[in-house]
């Protein structure tokens, strides 16, 4: 609902985009409020550490700092989803924060930890589209992992059978393209990830220069989508 949207939110996400980290994380902390002590802010953190590693600012400093606040975030969520009044995006951000996790393990090249951690971001998020099927932001995490699963191979897609569901290609992108365009807080990485999935997946250059256009006319300062 409008009501709850957190514009903070919002423009933390746009700084993020613009690669303008330090401004970001000034405006994040801002939205981790003690007494509630909701994961969003602790997430959005963790997002402002992961983006300064992709934009190849890559020191043992900000591996440790990203390290540290995704488990926070994933601690705050943890606690918030075992209370009784927990809603569907502490469910969001637990399966945000636990997929982001097995990103990272996964390009560490630790393929066990990061299946484990993607199967229960997995099980967090199903949680959460069950409790709001409205809430558009979740389909970014269930359209990624549908996608890559039905893309995996060999001993890989040996291992999905185990721990993840069927991964399948159309439906994640279906449910990537309806996160692209009616998400409230993934509605830019799920077009990020349509435009890396379109050029070096499905090689759909059409689909891949409009995204492109799109990202690089709102988001200037970031010279991956120029």
Request: aromatic share 14%; charged share 30%; glycine share 6%.
């Amino acid at each position: 609902k409008k009501s709850k949207v957190n514009e903070q939110i919002l423009r933390g996400i746009d700084l993020i985009y613009n690669r303008q980290f330090d401004d970001a994380e000034d405006l994040l902390r801002k939205v981790i409020t003690k007494p509630q002590d909701k994961p969003a802010g602790y997430f959005y953190l963790a997002m402002v550490s992961w983006s300064r590693l992709a934009s190849g600012f890559w020191s043992p400093e900000n591996v440790k700092e990203f390290k540290k606040r995704i488990d926070r975030a994933i601690e705050v969520a943890e606690v918030r989803v075992d209370k009784d009044g927990a809603d569907s995006y502490d469910f969001f951000y637990l399966g945000g924060a636990l997929g982001f996790k097995g990103r990272f393990e996964l390009m560490k090249g630790n393929w066990v930890s990061s299946f484990f951690l993607a199967r229960e971001a997995i099980e967090a998020l199903k949680i959460c589209l069950k409790m709001d099927p409205d809430n558009k932001d979740v389909l970014l995490g269930l359209g990624t992992f549908d996608y890559y699963t039905a893309r995996l191979s060999g001993v890989l897609k040996f291992l999905t059978y185990f721990l993840l569901h069927q991964g399948d290609i159309e439906k994640g992108l279906k449910k990537l393209t309806i996160a692209s365009k009616e998400a409230i807080y993934s509605e830019t990485e799920a077009k990020s990830m349509l435009l890396y999935i379109y050029l070096f997946g499905e090689q759909d250059f059409t689909k891949a220069l409009d995204l492109s256009t799109e990202l690089a006319e709102r988001y200037r300062k970031n010279p991956r989508f120029q």
